[in-house]
């Protein structure tokens, strides 16, 4: 692709001064964290349930409102690429995939969720500068090996085609290395003056941080869900009432959700070094 030949001699310029880097440098420590929590663990042994990853769905559904409303706006339009990184059409088919049209219906908000969701909307409404932090946080992490899970996710499922791996795919990217590239160059060009550079940074931070909370917040959900459904307690337990559909989940999807966490998880670990 044109725009991602265009990427190999910027990358060689970039430096210290900028965004790209100084956004990953601020956020090591973070991606750390995000990686070791209970949830980025269990997905790795494919404990995921459906309210999981609509959870996911929401955050991107937001976040791409928000993109697509400031797709003009000087800060967001040089990292505007929906046709390469949109990742709400292609969960919302998995899902669709798994569960049948009606896997809507059924949905719980827990208040991580439902505070980075404020968050997105409040900095589209107020500093749609800083949606660049979150789009980064997002879409590069998904972009760090996400192709090599879904090939792994496809040979484990015996799935026979890309069905239910929707997520995993990014058919507008030929080559993820070659598109971060150039989304780092993106993101260089950015004009910001030294406040919003300093905002923009601690909104990735801040992303990360959404992040973790949201995992804790569904871990939570999950060790309830679990604890109720253990047969051998000897008496009850008093627990957060939480509806009887969020502990509906499947091995396929528990397969799929592990990886998607196992692939956070591998880029986590490289991006350590
Ligand atoms: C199981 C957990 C995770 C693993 C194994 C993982 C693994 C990785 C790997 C291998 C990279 C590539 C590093 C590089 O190219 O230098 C990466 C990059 C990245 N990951 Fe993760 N990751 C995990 C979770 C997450 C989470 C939860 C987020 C965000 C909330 C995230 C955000 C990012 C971002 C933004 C990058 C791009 C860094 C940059 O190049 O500036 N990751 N991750």
Redesign the pocket.
């Known amino acids: 692709m044109e725009t991602e030949k265009r990427t190999q001699t910027t990358a060689e310029q970039i430096t210290d001064r900028d965004l ?1 880097e100084q ?2 440098k601020v956020t090591k420590e973070s ?1 750390v964290r ?2 070791n929590t209970e949830l ?1 663990l269990s997905f790795q042994r494919g404990q995921v349930t459906l309210q999981q990853y609509k959870i996911i769905s929401l955050i991107y559904q937001v976040l791409e409102e928000e993109l697509d409303r400031n797709s003009n706006h000087p800060g967001v339009a040089p990292i505007y690429f929906p046709a390469e990184l949109a990742r709400l059409e292609a969960i919302e088919k998995d899902l669709e995939y798994f569960y049948g049209q009606d896997w809507r219906e059924r949905i719980v908000v827990p208040a991580a969720t439902k505070r980075y969701c404020h968050r997105l909307r409040q900095i589209g409404a107020e500093n749609p500068e800083f949606l660049v932090a979150h789009a ?3 879409y ?2 998904d972009l ?2 996400g192709q090599v899970l879904g090939r792994i996710a496809q040979k484990s499922m015996g799935l026979k085609s890309s069905d239910g791996l929707s997520f995993f795919a990014f058919p507008g990217v030929s080559s993820p290395n070659l598109f ?1 590239q150039l989304y780092r160059s993106r993101m260089n060009s950015v004009e910001l003056t030294e406040e919003e550079r300093n905002g923009v940074l601690e909104e990735a931070v801040r992303a ?1 941080e959404f ?1 973790i909370q949201v995992f804790d917040d569904l871990q939570k959900m999950l060790n309830v869900t679990e604890i109720q459904n253990c047969s051998t307690l000897s008496k009850p337990v008093k627990m957060p009432q939480i509806p009887g559909n969020m502990t509906k989940t499947t091995p396929l999807l528990r397969m799929v959700l592990g990886l998607f ?11 350590a070094f």
């Not at 966490?261 to 991006?271: K, P, R």
């Open positions: 790209s956004i990953k991606h995000a990686e980025m980064y946080t997002r590069l992490g760090s090996g971060k990360f992040n966490v196992a692939l956070a998880t591998v880029s986590m670990g490289i991006y």
